[in-house]
């Protein structure tokens, strides 16, 4: 079984919620994605997606992860996409770094592989606990009482583990705006949520700080990437009260390696294009429960293409460290593909539909930018 074909899709994806706020001012009204369609000398297809969160949230922007697609696309024509080790060193071979390119190639051989074997992606990636996933919403930045609102309607939709953003510049309200962010998302906490208060970077160790001693007692949430830097997450992990969870300084298996040998954190978010795909996604979910770390699957955003492989995954993380999973699918407007998922009071599951269990509308895709044939 030979890759004989790779198109590239360039697809726009508006946000859901209008428009998106993170720390620092970021904001953002729609994204960019980047997907890829693997043929094999068999006839068998397989998916990936990759998209960025902008140009502003890690070390990635959808025009780089389309060049650096035309980079890897032609060493990876000719190879077993059942190979995911060997085609990554392939792709190490061509290009360092740049793992939101890596992912969409990444993904597509996975979906490629279970489709070929007649087998879901979770079953490669080491069997699906069939313990449904809490969907985690992703709430971003806003007025206390808005958010509140929004944490509950999504509540009402089944959503279990929430995410909040915070982050305010001292200018936009500062820490104390940020601490009635938290006590007005958590004032309707009911029994079996979670809550995780996500700065994505944005506070200095002094703004955390000042911001938790703002903080009303009893408040049950762990404070998702409060710093950019290792020395800042450090400084404020000896002072700190509250869990810690690493997002956007977690990206390669040295950096998930270095959060449990400087014990910086108790949990990961483990975002699959941040990561470099599932190959090394899997090793980080495996670090993690070697070391006892909770871990949260999700990705930097995508359409339902980014959401299956968080299925996939996701289902095969233990349920004891697994917070929940993103529904990037439901962030954004536009649907690419018919999806096969369990879904029930208790959350959800992946299918049994071979790969990742996507029906793609290449209507919705068009025709691709981009094509490298054998
Ligand atoms: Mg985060």
Known sequence: MRIT??????VELPYAGGVYRLSGGRSYTSFDASIVRLTCDDGTDGWGESTPFGSTYVAAHPAGTRAG?????????????????????????????????????D??????????????VCDLLGGSTEVPMAPTSSIG????EEMRARVAAYRDRGYRAHSVKIGALDAEGGPALDAERIAASLADRRPGETFLVDANGGLLPEHALRMITLLP?????????PCATWRETASLRRRCPYPIVVDELGLLDADIAHVVASDLADGINLKISKAGGLTP??????????????????DTVGSSLSYAAIL???????PRTLRGVLNSEDMVTR??????????ADGVLPGRSPGLGATVDEDALGGPVAVWEL
């Open 141 to 144: 930045a806003g007025d206390p």
């Open 281 to 298: 996604g899997r090793r980080h979910r495996d670090l993690a429960r070697a070391a006892g770390l909770t871990v949260s699957v999700q």
């Open 335 to 344: 649907k690419v593909a018919a999806l096969d998922t369990v879904v029930t």
């Open 217 to 225: 007692p009893g408040l049950d949430f762990a404070l998702e990437a």
């Open 5 to 10: 074909r790779i198109a590239l899709h360039e």
């Open 69 to 105: 697609i035309a980079l890897l696309a032609p060493a990876l024509l000719g190879l077993d996409p059942r190979h995911t080790e060997r085609v990554g060193d392939a792709m190490d071979r061509t290009l360092t770094g740049h793992h939101d390119a890596r992912t969409a190639l």
């Open 107 to 120: 993904v597509a051989c996975w979906d490629a592989f279970g489709r070929s074997v007649g087998l879901p």
């Open 312 to 318: 996939h995954l996701g289902a095969t993380v233990p």
